[in-house]
Structures are given as C-alpha cells and as structure tokens.
C-alpha cells in the first residue's frame, strides 16, 4: 500500500469548482484515473467540465449518465468520461474502463465507480465533493503522494 495524502478546499460556485479542476488539470500528463465521489448534483460533471476547459478542449461536456461513457479529445490526449449511475453491472464497459486506464496517452474520469471498483487502480485521484449546508462545496482530494507534483497547482 503506498502513502496518500488528503487535502481540503471548499468552493462557493460552480465556477469556483471549474477552476480548481482547471489548476488539476495542468498538471495531467495522460495515464491518470480521476474517481469523482458525490451525491447527484453535488458537482462531478461541473468538475470534469473545468477539467476539459484546463486541458484546453472545446469538447462540450455533459452529465453521460444515459450514455455511461464519453470520450473527448484533449491535444494529443484522450479523456474518458464514464458515469455508471444505477448501473448494477458494469459488463463490457467495465472492460472496456480497465483497457483504457493501460493507455499512457488517456485519462480516465468516473462518476459513481462503486460498480468498477475491481477494476480502478490504487493509483488514482479520488475527489469527494460534499455538499455543505450554506451550499458550499466541500471537496477532498485524497491521492498517492507520488503524485504530489500534479496536485502542487490544485493546493496553492
Ligand atoms: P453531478 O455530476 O455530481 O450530478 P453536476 O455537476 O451535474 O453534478 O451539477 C452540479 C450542480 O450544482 C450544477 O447545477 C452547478 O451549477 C451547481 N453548483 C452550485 N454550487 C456549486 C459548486 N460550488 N461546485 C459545483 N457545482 C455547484
Ligand atoms: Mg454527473
């Protein structure tokens, strides 16, 4: 088991939230798998959205709840996009999620993963986003400490 490190922040707007994932954004190189833990509308998809705008994509994104998984294009990376809301099994994208996370030229992105849990590698983002009761948003990022350099743009 290697070491993670839990960091903290809370944002007041949506806007906030895309540009903090902007700053997470920089730093990504390909190769990262970044799990978004939320209630619905707690904010993953206004995330990936900032996270698209940071890695310089004009690729529209939108909640893929009724299509499970998207792919935009980011420069020479791909960005795959999976939501598995109330999929109970997750079959051939499950398959299709762990040959992707091989791909050093890919970053993963997925909301409620509970289902793929099997198939995520230790080494991952895990973002939490709680929602407060002003209406805030609380949002823990619990990472490897390898990958401390990604997350020096998110922290300052
Ligand atoms: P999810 O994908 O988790 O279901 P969405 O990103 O689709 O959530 O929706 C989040 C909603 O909450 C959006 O309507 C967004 O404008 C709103 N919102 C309000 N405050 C925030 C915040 N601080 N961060 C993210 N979203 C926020
Ligand atoms: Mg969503």
């Not at 700053?23 to 619905?40: F, K, M, N, Q």
């Not at 998984?69 to 109330?86: E, N, P, Q, W």
């Amino acid at each position: 088991m290697s070491t993670h490190v839990t960091w903290q922040t809370v944002t007041s707007s949506a806007e906030e939230t895309e540009s903090l994932a902007e700053r997470l954004a920089t730093g990504l190189h390909g190769g990262e798998v970044i799990e978004l833990v939320s209630d619905l509308g707690g904010g993953k998809t206004t995330f990936t959205r900032g996270l698209m705008r940071g890695l310089g994509s004009v690729d529209k994104v939108a909640s893929p709840t009724f299509t499970i998984s998207k792919m935009y294009i980011a420069g020479d990376l791909t960005v795959h996009h999976f939501d598995f809301y109330r999929l109970h099994e997750p079959g051939i994208i499950a398959d299709e999620m762990a040959e992707v996370v091989s791909d050093p030229k890919a970053i993963i992105v997925v909301e409620w993963a509970d289902v793929v849990q099997h198939v995520l590698p230790e080494n991952r983002i895990t973002i939490r986003i709680d929602q407060t009761p002003e209406g805030d948003r609380r949002i823990t990022f619990h990472y490897p400490a390898a990958l401390h350099e990604i997350m020096e743009k998110v922290e300052m």
